[in-house]
Nanobody, 127 residues
Framework: LQLVESGGDLVQPGGSLRLSCLVSGDSLRYYGIGWFRQAPGKEREAIACISSIYGNSQTNYAESAKGRFTISRDIAKKMVLLQMNSLTLEDTGAYYC???????????????????WGQGTQVTVSA
C-alpha cells in the first residue's frame, strides 16, 4: 500500500488546515488508516484513526485532537482527510498517515499497528 500526504502549510494560531492522504495499491476500505504527528524533538504520536469497513469506519482520537480534528474517508477518491481546526503552536510538526492491514473491530492509536507509512507533510503553526 502506498500513501502520500499533502496539505501541510504555515498557519496562524486559531487557524484551520485540511490534510489529505492519498492511498493506492489496494482498496482503502479494507484498511484502518491513522494520522500521526511528530513534533520537533519528540516521538511520533497517533492523533486520529478511522477503521476499515470491518470496523464500520469507527473513529478514534487522541485527547489533544478531540473536538478540534475530524478524520474522514472518501473511498471513491481513495483519500483519508484530517480536518484540523483551532490550531495551536503545539500542533506544529510533521504529519503522517499510515495503514493498518489487520482486521479489527475498531482502529487503535498504537503506532505499531500500522505497517505502511507515507513520507509526511509539514504543519507549522506560528504567529
Amino acid at each position: 500500500l502506498q500513501l502520500v500526504e499533502s496539505g501541510g502549510d504555515l498557519v496562524q494560531p486559531g487557524g484551520s488546515l485540511r490534510l489529505s492522504c492519498l492511498v493506492s495499491g489496494d482498496s482503502l476500505r479494507y484498511y484502518g488508516i491513522g494520522w500521526f504527528r511528530q513534533a520537533p524533538g519528540k516521538e511520533r504520536e497517533a492523533i486520529a484513526c478511522i477503521s476499515s469497513i470491518y470496523g464500520n469506519s469507527q473513529t478514534n482520537y487522541a485527547e489533544s485532537a478531540k473536538g478540534r480534528f475530524t478524520i474522514s474517508r472518501d473511498i471513491a477518491k481513495k483519500m483519508v482527510l484530517l480536518q484540523m481546526n483551532s490550531l495551536t503552536l503545539e500542533d506544529t510538526g510533521a504529519y503522517y498517515c499510515a495503514a493498518d492491514p489487520v482486521v479489527r473491530g475498531s482502529c487503535r492509536l498504537y503506532n505499531n499497528d500500522y505497517e505502511d507509512w507515507g513520507q509526511g507533510t509539514q504543519v507549522t503553526v506560528s504567529a
